[in-house]
């Protein structure tokens, strides 16, 4: 736990992502954004985790985090993601969609456009609650049920289907270009495909039983069919696209609402959520062999996994063991990334060996040394 450096920062942090960096420069991240929510005048805030080589006579933590600049947000910051590594994308609970730019040469944000509207019902404006952004494309889900796509470098929208859904969109992410996937307030899965000019969704998924609304959604980044959602119940699910309407597998994850799930984007045999019951969870899949035959060149060999996890026409591609249903073949480890329970962990993200979450304790922590 010595890893974890904690900054407690005057405000709940609802959202937070790493800058994007350079894999093939085998950069480590080192500037993160956070979004903040109930508070009395809400901010986007950047943040840096400084040098990584701290100098031994310096007093203060390796990697204790700065603050770089802020901005005001009008309403609450639903949604964050980069665009590219100067901008950023917001969902506000106002409906809006904004786009900040962070000036890195004199470390000043400023606001490069404004959609306030995206998002609203008839007489009144509906919370945009997710963001996914594929440069120059921004698409966003919200309260209303619809999903909009904006383009960074023009002012109108398009949006997808008028009444996407009937309830509540909680989250959306990139399956593959043309598709995206979102997840609602009734337990369901969608998958939605731009190049059919349909109102409707190619591919439906749900929970059967209670229509336990879904809260987070993350794609496998080598293998797209494969798909990790969380929800009020506290419950990881992972689907497999190609098969079936309902979840693969249920594991019993949190005790209250999962906020958020992410595979790690290179080593994806690591998984991390995190809940409203105050906790953060590393969750690795082990088989007796450690996956021997793709790990040969080392764990960190990202390009020999990449290759090996990569969809393959033929019988001898690696099933992930994410999808594998005999649990002696396949082994999942959990482990606490917080040292004590706390409130509310919003929101995570993980880049490289580097983590880092926000909380309703006001606090942000970030873990440099992520076994990865």
Same mark, same amino acid.
């Not at 407690?8 to 960096?21: D, H």
């Not at 933590?61 to 639903?78: A, I, M, S, T």
């Not at 996937?181 to 190619?202: A, H």
């Not at 045999?269 to 690795?284: A, I, K, N, P, Q």
């Given at each position: 736990?010595?890893?974890?450096? !904690?900054?407690?920062?005057?405000?709940?942090?609802?959202?937070?992502?790493?800058?994007?960096?350079?894999?093939? &420069?085998?950069?480590?991240?080192?500037?993160?954004?956070?979004?903040? %929510?109930? @508070?009395?005048?809400?901010?986007? +805030? =950047?943040?840096?985790?400084?040098?990584?080589?701290?100098? !031994?006579?310096?007093?203060?933590?390796?990697?204790?985090?700065?603050?770089?600049?802020?901005?005001?947000?009008?309403?609450?910051?639903?949604?964050?993601? =980069?665009?590219?590594?100067?901008?950023?994308?917001? &969902?506000?609970?106002?409906?809006?969609?904004?786009?900040?730019?962070?000036?890195?040469?004199?470390?000043?944000?400023?606001?490069?456009? /404004?959609?306030?509207?995206?998002?609203?019902?008839?007489?009144?404006?509906?919370?945009?609650? #997710?963001?996914?952004?594929?440069?120059?494309?921004?698409?966003?889900?919200? $309260?209303?049920? /619809?999903?909009?796509?904006?383009?960074?470098?023009?002012?109108? +929208?398009?949006?997808?289907? $008028? @009444?996407?859904?009937?309830?509540?969109?909680?989250?959306?992410?990139?399956?593959?270009?043309?598709?995206?996937?979102?997840?609602?307030?009734?337990?369901?899965?969608?998958?939605?495909?731009? /190049?059919?000019?349909?109102?409707?969704?190619?591919?439906?998924?749900?929970? +059967?039983?209670?229509?336990?609304?879904?809260?987070?959604?993350? *794609?496998?980044? @080598?293998?797209?069919?494969?798909?990790?959602?969380?929800?009020?119940?506290?419950?990881?699910?992972? %689907?497999?696209?190609?098969? #079936?309407?309902?979840?693969?597998?249920?594991?019993?994850?949190?005790?209250?609402?999962?906020?958020?799930?992410? =595979?790690?984007?290179?080593?994806?045999?690591?998984?991390?959520?995190?809940?409203?019951?105050?906790?953060?969870?590393? %969750?690795?899949?082990?088989?007796?062999?450690?996956? !021997?035959?793709?790990?040969?060149?080392?764990?960190?060999?990202?390009?020999?996994?990449?290759?090996?996890?990569?969809?393959?026409?033929?019988?001898?591609?690696?099933?992930?063991? %994410?999808?594998?249903?005999? +649990?002696?073949?396949? /082994?999942?480890?959990?482990?606490?990334?917080?040292?004590?329970?706390?409130?509310?962990?919003?929101?995570?993200?993980?880049?490289?060996?580097?983590?880092?979450? #926000?909380?309703?304790? $006001? &606090?942000?922590?970030? @873990? *440099?040394?992520?076994?990865?």
């Amino acid at each position: 736990m010595e890893s974890i450096n !904690a900054k407690y920062v005057s405000q709940k942090i609802s959202k937070t992502r790493w800058r994007p960096v350079s894999y093939s &420069a085998l950069q480590q991240p080192d500037i993160f954004v956070t979004g903040s %929510w109930d @508070n009395e005048e809400n901010k986007v +805030s =950047f943040w840096s985790i400084g040098s990584h080589e701290a100098s !031994a006579n310096e007093d203060r933590f390796e990697g204790d985090p700065q603050l770089l600049c802020d901005q005001r947000h009008n309403g609450d910051v639903l949604d964050l993601q =980069f665009l590219d590594p100067d901008r950023v994308v917001t &969902a506000s609970s106002t409906g809006a969609v904004t786009i900040f730019h962070h000036h890195q040469n004199n470390q000043t944000v400023s606001v490069a456009h /404004r959609w306030p509207r995206a998002h609203r019902y008839p007489c009144d404006n509906a919370p945009c609650t #997710g963001v996914v952004c594929s440069s120059p494309e921004i698409v966003t889900v919200g $309260e209303d049920g /619809r999903v909009v796509i904006f383009r960074a470098d023009q002012r109108g +929208s398009d949006p997808l289907p $008028e @009444n996407a859904d009937s309830s509540t969109i909680h989250a959306v992410t990139y399956l593959r270009t043309t598709e995206i996937l979102t997840v609602n307030s009734i337990g369901q899965l969608k998958m939605w495909d731009f /190049r059919q000019q349909s109102s409707s969704p190619s591919q439906i998924l749900s929970l +059967s039983g209670d229509r336990v609304p879904l809260h987070c959604v993350d *794609r496998h980044p @080598n293998q797209q069919h494969i798909v990790a959602t969380g929800g009020q119940d506290g419950m990881l699910c992972v %689907w497999d696209m190609r098969q #079936g309407s309902a979840p693969f597998s249920l594991m019993e994850a949190h005790s209250a609402e999962m906020w958020e799930v992410h =595979f790690h984007p290179t080593n994806p045999d690591h998984l991390f959520t995190c809940s409203e019951d105050g906790s953060l969870l590393h %969750w690795e899949t082990l088989s007796p062999s450690d996956m !021997a035959s793709y790990l040969q060149g080392g764990r960190n060999n990202s390009m020999l996994s990449r290759s090996a996890m990569a969809p393959a026409g033929g019988t001898q591609s690696l099933i992930s063991t %994410w999808l594998t249903g005999d +649990s002696s073949k396949a /082994r999942l480890e959990t482990t606490h990334m917080l040292p004590s329970q706390t409130l509310s962990v919003n929101t995570l993200d993980v880049l490289g060996q580097c983590l880092v979450c #926000g909380t309703d304790g $006001e &606090a942000i922590f970030v @873990n *440099r040394q992520v076994p990865v």
